[in-house]
């Protein structure tokens, strides 16, 4: 059996593995926080504000999940570079990836300037006033896609470099500016609704801008290489596929949840939220993966990268069980919060068991997720995730629907879904052949 050498042991101290994952926290939860800060502030204009800011935000919520997309696709890239001592090549991946950050942030704006009215009416179900209030709510929005995109690059590659600070400090910094500029643009300022956009298209171009700045500051060439570019939109490809199969799953739950009645599938939004949000929270262990993880096998360190993916693989199971044991412990309360109906109530009860205990296998799952997209083997978890949603949870959704197994079908499909995963993810660790050392893979 091969040690872990002393790099190794130094990366995957609690200390360092802490540093990296609990920005990453902040920074991915300052997105959603603000969002329901804008959502607060518009749902006191009435009811078509904020409907129409429900349909507009879908199309903006999409394209920071490309950003998303794209983030963790360059994460890995660029840690292999700096950890191979290339931190020229590391910056270069960053200037690729903004181009390719700006290239997309522009169709979308222009896009949505062409075709935001009539995206709105088909979302919207048709005209009226809600569909007139988000067309223009997108128009004016989108115009911040270039800026979004951009700094979504750029946590990409600052953590990468294992930069840590300046990412917290260009995402927190123009959100926290957003929260404050957005009641003040739609009530003293008079915007109402478009105020709303403006405060979003100010928080997204000064970060965007930022992270530009940072580049600039390092004094790399910005000249544009296709073929770098190309590498990465493949990366992208497999990732926002793999995105894709979530997606799917996700709203064919929703589908089948409603069918069995109101209560069902609003006690099924609250688990669903919920998990959502302990995902976020494993996301940042899986960040902390991404970087440490490319960066010991940008540096030939094999053996170094197996022990850490082992090590992240512990603390992802502790953190699952951490996450069980609250959600355990509020199985009588949280519901509550979120609806007073006594049957929404007694419908979330029968999803809670397989929310408990699916949360220890998720953390395991999450943080080799990271693992493996460090390591830059990305086409193996797409085909990982099409399978588990095509041969497991989305079967065993419509089976419950077909024999009325209610929510309890449902969450055991979800379950089934993130043990799939779980035996896939465990069996490649163990293969060793996603462990491929180099600068590029």
Known sequence: MSQPSPTATALASPRRIATLALPALVVLAAEPLYVLVDTAVVGHLGRVPLAALAVGGTVLTLTAWLGTVLAYGITGRVARRFGSGDRAAALDEGVQASWLALGVGVLVAVGMQLGGDALARTLAGGGGEVAD???????????????????????????????????????????????????????????????SAVANVIAQTISGGLFVGALLRERASLRPRPVLIRQQMVLSRDLLIRGVAFQ?????????????????????????????????????????????????LGAGDAAGARALARRFALLGGVCGVGFALLIAAGAGIVPSLFSADSQVQGQAMVAWPWFVAMQPFAGVVFALDGVLIGAGDVRYLRDLTVVAALGGFLPSIWFSYAFDLGLGGIWAGLTLFVLIRLVGVLLRLRSGRWAVVGAVR
């Open 133 to 195: 209030a988000a067309g223009q709510w997108l128009r004016i929005a989108a115009l911040g896609a270039p800026g979004l995109l951009l700094a979504a690059a750029g946590n990409g590659w600052l953590r990468g470099i294992q930069d840590i600070r300046r990412p917290l400090l260009f995402v927190l910094g123009p959100n926290l500016l957003s929260a404050l500029l957005c009641p003040l643009l739609v009530y003293p300022a008079g915007l109402g609704l478009p105020g």
């Open 248 to 296: 799917a799953s996700f709203l064919s739950a929703t589908a089948v949840a409603a069918r069995f009645g109101a209560a069902a599938v609003g006690a099924h939004q609250i688990a669903l939220q919920l998990w959502f949000f302990t995902a976020l929270l494993l996301d940042a262990l899986a960040i902390a993966a991404q970087a440490l993880i490319g960066a010991a």
